[in-house]
């Protein structure tokens, strides 16, 4: 997705730099639509929820633009 933002602003006219930063964790979340015809949206919450946006926001510490939990490096076969 980095790369692709990064393709897109080169081909762009854009005078201010769209900036994406990715925060990756592992665990249970409720998924659901809420709603009515004509009028639906989607939402996840949890506790994971919110432990995942806190992480995505210490890509702005680290500057870096994205970071992935321990619990999730633990769940990955492909560790590289």
């Known amino acids: 997705l980095i790369t692709l933002l990064t393709q897109l602003q080169a081909q762009s ?6 900036e994406m930063m990715i925060g990756i964790h592992y665990g249970s979340l409720m998924v ?11 939402t996840v ?4 929820v919110n ?3 806190r ?7 680290y500057g870096t633009k994205i970071i ?3 619990q ?3 769940h990955l ?3 590289s």
């Open 32 to 42: 659901g639509t809420i709603g009515e015809p004509g009028r639906m949206d989607e």
């Open 72 to 74: 999730l490096m633990m």
């Open 13 to 18: 006219n854009l005078s201010e730099k769209i």
């Open 68 to 70: 992935i939990t321990e």
């Open 45 to 48: 919450i949890g506790d994971i």
């Open 51 to 53: 432990t995942t946006s």
């Open 77 to 79: 076969t492909d560790k």
């Open 55 to 61: 992480i995505e926001q210490l890509n702005k510490l």
